[in-house]
C-alpha cells in the first residue's frame, strides 16, 4: 500500500512536473512579495522607533494587534474590499509580516551597545553616520532573523489564500480533500510548502549567524589576557 | 590653550552635576580630573567635546568658543577615549584605527600609512591591523582605543577613566606607555580617573573635585605636601601617605653606588670582582661609565665555559630609570614587575647608581618606624 503511494506521489511529481513548478513559484513569489513590501516599511519604521522610544509603545501594539486577527479572517476581509486573486494574499502576507520585522528592527538597533554608539558619536560621528556604520551593521543579524520570521509565517498564509483564488500549492491540497481518495493529492502539496518553509528558515538562520559580528567560528574558547600585552 | 569659565551643568531644574567651575590648561599639559563617584568629573570632560551640553559658562579652545562651533567636526578635532574601550566589533583594528581619518575623507595611502605608524606607537605588530576587536585581549584592545584617539592628529586628548576595566599589571603598562605617547607627541591629555595613584603617576597638574565644585587644582606634589583641607587630605587617604614620603624623593636620595665592570675585561676579572663584592648581577659599561648592559650570575658560568667574552654574554635588555625621576616611580617598577633592582642613569645614560629591593625596604621601615627603634627590636629578638 505505502510503496504504491510512493509510486504514485513520484508518478504524479513527473507528470504533472510544469503546473506544480507555477504553483510552487506562485506561492513563493507571494510570499517573497508580501514580506518585501513589508521590509520596504517595516525596517525604516523600526529604526524611526528605535529612535523615538514613545512611538514604540504604539507601533508595536498596532502590529500585534494585526498579528492577533486570524489569518482566514483577515483574507476574507481584505476580500471584500479588494477582490479575489494574488495581490488580497500579498496585502495579508505584508500585514502579518509587518510586526517581526518592526519588532526585530527595533531591537537589533536598541540591543546595540550604548559604549559603541557614544564612541562613535564622541568621534564626530552624524547621527545618520552612527546609525549607517555603526548601528545597521550590528543590528544586520537580528533583523535578518525578524525577515526569516516572517518568511516563514508567509509562507503558511499564502497556503490560506487558495480559498479566495490565488494560485498557491494549497490547490492540490484543497482538491485532495474534496476528493474520495486524494491523499495524494496532499502530499503533493504539503511537501513542497513544507519544504519551501525549512529551506528558508535554514538559509536565513545561516546568513543570520554569518552577520553576527560577535560570532567567530574560530575562535570558540575564550582567550586569558597575557601579562605582556 | 583650553580654557573653561563659570561653567555649570544642571540636570532635571535643580541638581547641579557641576557648579560654576573656572580652569586654564595649558598646551601639552597632561591633567587629571579626580574625585568620587557623582563629583561632575565626567560631565565636566563631557563638556569639553560637547556630548553633554553645559547649561551655563563657556569653554575656549585657543580663543574659540566651542559652542560657536559646529559639535560634529569639534568632535573629530578631539580624541576620545572611554573605560569600555568602545570599538566597533565589526571593524578590523585598522578601520578601527582611522575611523576619524575616513570622516575627514582622508585618501587610502594616508590612512594606511597613519595606521602603520600608530600601531608601531603602542608596540603591537602590522598583523593586528587585518584581526578584528574580538581576537584582541583586553590591554590590547585598550592599546587601539588609545591610538584612534590620535589618528587625525587631534591636540587633546580626553580619556574618561582609560584603564579602569584593565588588571593592575596591563593597566601599569598601559599607564606607562600612555605617558610616554604623551611626553613624546606633546598633545594635552585630559583624564577622569577616581585612582589617586593614577593621577599622581601620569598627571602634570591634578583637579579634585567633590559635589560639582573644585576643591583643589595644582601639581601631584604640591597637593601631597600641601593639601587644601580635609577633604582632599581624606581622599589622598591615610594609607597612601607612606607611599608618598617616599614621593617627595627623587632616586638620587635613595640610591647606591653601583658596582660595574667594563666591557673590556675579561670573564675572570669579572667573577673575581662579582665574588669579591658578593654580588649577583653586575653592571657592564663602556669606559665613559655608559651603561650597556648587565650580567647575572646565572649567565656566568655558561659564559665561562664557552670563553665568551663579556661584550658577548651581557645581557642588553635592561630596564633603568632617569635620575631626576621620583621613587615612587622604582617602587612601582620593583614591585609590580618584580625586578630586582633598576639602574641609575643621567640623560647621557650614564651610569650613577643602583636602587636594589632592599635600599627600598630600608626606605619603607624607616619612613614607618624610624630608623633605631626597628634595629633594636629584630637585635632583641635574636638573643631571645
Redesign the interface.
Known sequence: MTGNLLTDLYNYFVNNFAYLLSLFTDHLLMSVYGVLFAAIIGIPLGIFIARYAKLSGVIITIANIIQTIPALAMLSILMLVMGLGTNTVILTVFLYALLPIIKNTYAGITGVDKNITDAGKSMGMTRNQVLRMIELPLALSVIIGGLRIALVVAIGIVAIGSFIGAPTLSDLIIRGTNATDGTVYILAGAIPIALIAIIIDFALRFLERKLDPTYNPDDKTPKAQTVND | MLSIKNLTKIYGGSKKAVNDISLDIQEGEFIAFIGTSGSGKTTALRMI?R?IEPTSGTITINGEDITKKNP??????IG?V?Q???????MTIKENIT??PK?LKWSEEDKDKKARELIKLVDLPEEFLDR?P??L????QQRIGVV?ALAAEQDIILMDEPFGAL?P??RDTLQDLVKELQQKLGKTFIFVTHDMDEAIKLADRICIMSHGEIVQFDSPDEILRNPANDFVRDFIGEGRLIQDRPNMRTVADAMITPVSITVDKSINECIALMREKRIDTILVTDSHKKLLGFIDIEDINEGYRKGMDIVDLMGRDIYKIGIDSKLQDSVRTILKRNVRNIPVVDDNNTLIGLITRSNLVDIVYDTIWGEEPSRELASGADEA
Open positions: 567635546n556630548m560634529v567636526e569639534l568632535r573629530r578635532s576620545y572611554i569600555q574601550i568602545g570599538l566597533l566589533p565589526h575611523l576619524v570622516l578584528y574580538s581576537e585581549s583586553g590591554g590590547q584612534r588588571d599589571i596591563t
